[in-house]
Each structure stands twice: as C-alpha cells, then as structure tokens.
C-alpha cells in the first residue's frame, strides 16, 4: 500500500470521526416540563415525531418548544447533542444563559425579554409570531360564571397574580387596570391562589382540550367562556456566544426552523398542544 493511499485513507477516517462526532453541552430544563415531554415521547425518537404527538393531554407550549428546538438542530445537523439538567424556575436560565454556563434556551423567550440579553446572545428566528397568540383567562372552576359577568373590556372589577418577570404578562395585565395586581413568582402558588378564591384571576395558556382547564396539586383552574387576552409579542430561542462553537449551533438551528416553518411543523404542533388554539378565535378579545 503506497504512502499516499495512506494519507488520503487517514484524512478520510479523520474526516468521517469528525463529522460523526457530537459534543454534549449542558442545558437546563424545567423539571415538570422534562417529565411531560417524555411521557408524549414514549420512546419515540426526535427524529420521527410529528405534529400529532402534541395533540396528547399532557402538551404545553414548553413542551412543544422542548421538542421543537431538538428537531430544528437535528435537522440543522447540528454538531451537538443537549444534556439536560433540571432546575425548577425558569429565571435561573436566564442568568445561565447570560453567563454562558447554558449555551441554548429549550424555553421560547418573549422577543422583549430577549432584549435584554442581546450583548450575550444571538436570537433566532420568531417561533411563536407576533399576533399569534392569546392567553386565556383564569378562574377557580365554581367561579367562572360569577367572574365572567364581571369582566367587560378590562379587569377593574378583578384581582389579578402574575409573575413581574413575565414583562408581557405583566404590561398586557397592567393596561386592563386590575383591581389589584399581585406579584408571585410561582406559578402553581399562583394557581392555588386562584383555586381557593383568594385572587380572582391568572392568564394562562389555552390547552388542547376543552373546558379549558389545569388541575393539579391543590389547585383546579378553568378559563372563563367567551374572552381571551391578546399578548402582542413574538417568542424565539436564544443561543449564547459565549460558546466557542455558539455561531455554528446557532446556524443549524436556523436551518432547522426554516425548514419546519416551511413544512407547517411548528404551527401545526403548538395547533395540537392549544397553545395557538382555533377553539377560541371567535372568543371576544380585550383589550
């Protein structure tokens, strides 16, 4: 065998390793959201999941966004793949993000949240568009008439919790002049609140399933018939630059959301969770 064959078998070799070669990075997700996106995996690859397997009762927007970011780096050819390690707030990924000890969000920002990040990270393309969405609103389930009758074109006659953190929510809500507007970084506080009647409302995302409702440890909320509130923000990912390879993920991530816009894939999936629901598009919007 000459010397020269030798060489080009070794770049060859080289240049195959290389190309299969994946280097893990650490990324933070919440806990729950983790749990409920592998129960609608079941055992599924990322590869071969379609916009039906959202339709599944346990869906929520970050579920889609925990499954959809996957798939848009797979299809990217993304040289990396995601270590997940839990937390339990999302506000600590933020500062991750900020620092670089997470290199990408599985957690579609508010394009003004992004904002703030902007020095330290690149924005991707819009997930959820602007003027797509509407935020349901929230009642403990034996008070959604009484507090139906109360709402007109603002909240001045209700109690609403949010989390400040939230600066869409939390500005949206603001404009309605709520009765009274608590602070709660918790949302499950949140909900119990709401549940035991001690706050009369939250906004949440509508769900695939009608009546609209979120039930869980001490809590049971259900939305009120006939009204949704307009957010006008769009969602994206962020990748952090402080990555040494943060432009090429950022890239395949592009790629990847190109080509899933383009198929319907992304509309379609967050059609099945709820999130962007065409159940209410007849609801009465306020403001």
């Known amino acids: 065998m000459s010397r020269q064959y030798l060489i080009i078998s070794l770049i060859i070799w080289l240049m195959c390793n290389s190309a299969s070669a994946r280097e893990e990075i650490p990324v933070p997700v919440d806990r729950d959201i983790y749990k409920y996106a592998k129960s609608i995996l079941n055992n599924r690859t990322i590869e ?4 039906d397997i959202f339709s599944h009762p346990l869906c929520q927007r970050d579920v889609v966004d925990l499954l959809l970011i996957q798939k848009a780096l797979q299809i990217g050819k993304a040289r990396v793949s995601l270590k997940f ?11 991750l993000l900020q620092s670089g000890l997470s290199v990408i969000s599985v957690d579609t920002l508010w394009y003004s949240s992004t904002q703030e990040l902007s020095d330290d990270v690149y924005i991707s393309s819009p997930i959820i568009r602007k003027g797509e969405y509407f935020a349901g609103v929230y009642t403990a389930s034996h008070r959604v008439e009484e507090l139906g009758s109360k709402i007109d074109s603002d909240f001045s006659k209700v109690t609403v ?3 400040k953190d939230w600066a869409v929510d939390w500005s949206t809500i603001q404009l309605l ?15 119990r609140l709401v549940s035991n009647g001690w706050v009369d409302i939250m906004l949440i995302p509508f769900n695939n399933k009608t009546p609209f409702k979120y039930t869980g440890k001490g809590y049971s909320v259900e939305a009120i018939q006939g009204i949704k509130v307009a957010l006008q923000d769009s969602r994206h990912f962020v990748v952090s630059k402080k990555h ?8 395949a991530l592009e790629m990847g959301i ?7 894939f992304i509309e379609s999936s ?8 065409v159940l209410v598009d007849k609801w009465r919007e306020i403001p």
């Open 48 to 51: 071969d999941i379609t916009p």
């Open 85 to 95: 390690f839990m937390i339990d707030h999302e506000e600590r990924e933020e500062i």
């Open 161 to 163: 919790i949010s989390n």
């Open 177 to 191: 002049s709520p009765k009274q507007l608590f602070n709660e970084t918790d949302w499950t506080i949140m909900a």
């Open 244 to 251: 040494q390879h943060s432009q090429a993920i950022f890239n």
């Open 258 to 264: 190109k080509q899933l816009r383009a198929s319907k």
């Open 270 to 277: 967050y059609r099945n969770c709820g999130f962007l629901n």
